[in-house]
Structure formats: C-alpha cells, structure tokens
C-alpha cells in the first residue's frame, strides 16, 4: 500500500520517542512496509548527559535497506543540547522507511524524536 495523501487525511495522532543512545545504529522510528500511513518527523533533539565529556551522535534515515545520513558523528558537547531538526525543517517517512540513530559513547546522549503518524 502507498502512503496516504496527505491533503486528505483521516487520522493525525502525536507521538513522542525517548531513548538513551548506545554505539550501534539503533531503530528509533520505524513506519512499516504495509502501514498505510506517512510518519511527519517535526524535531529530533539530541541531550549530552554527561557533565563533563564530548560525545558524537550519528542518524540515519534509512529507505528500505539504504541509509542515508542526517547527521554523522556531530559533537554534542558536555551538558548542551543539539536540535537536529525542527519544526522548519521537517522530514516525512514512508512506508518501509526508519530512523536510526547513535552515540560514540554509550549512555551520555539521550534523544527525543517527536512526529505525527498520518492516515
């Protein structure tokens, strides 16, 4: 099934993911290969907990089986916060398209993706 077109939608629902980042790409944001629905990615915002170190974080957008690069190894410095994307800047996934994201060192980033799934 394709994704919905979006003029005329039937369902809007607001979501939030949370996670603590570790050193391999992980799933953040999946939208399935038979959803029917597009996924509306308004803010990724990335929070270096460590109070005293620098830690890289790195996202994929990854379409099917090919990842393609929204921020790789970008300094998140120690006890600042980094706004990858917003609201000015939105991405859509389709159908069979994610979100990975990861930290070069583990436990000292935390991100918060929050996104709409549309249908």
């Not at 005293?52 to 006890?79: C, F, M």
Request: avoid cysteine; charge should be negative; hydrophobic fraction near 45%.
């Amino acid at each position: 099934m394709a994704a919905p077109n979006i003029v005329n939608v039937s369902t809007i629902t607001a979501k939030t993911k949370t996670a603590q980042l570790t050193t391999s790409l992980t799933d953040m944001v999946s939208n399935a290969s038979s959803s029917g629905k597009v996924f509306k990615i308004n803010t990724i915002i990335v929070a270096n907990v460590d109070g005293s170190n620098s830690a890289d974080v790195t996202v994929d957008v990854v379409q099917g089986a090919t990842g393609r690069y929204l921020a790789y190894t970008i300094a998140v410095p120690a006890d600042s916060t980094l706004v990858l994307l917003d609201k000015n800047s939105v991405i859509y996934l389709e159908e069979n398209h994610k979100i990975r994201a990861s930290a070069s060192a583990a436990s000292d980033l935390d991100i918060i993706i929050s996104y709409e799934e549309i249908s």
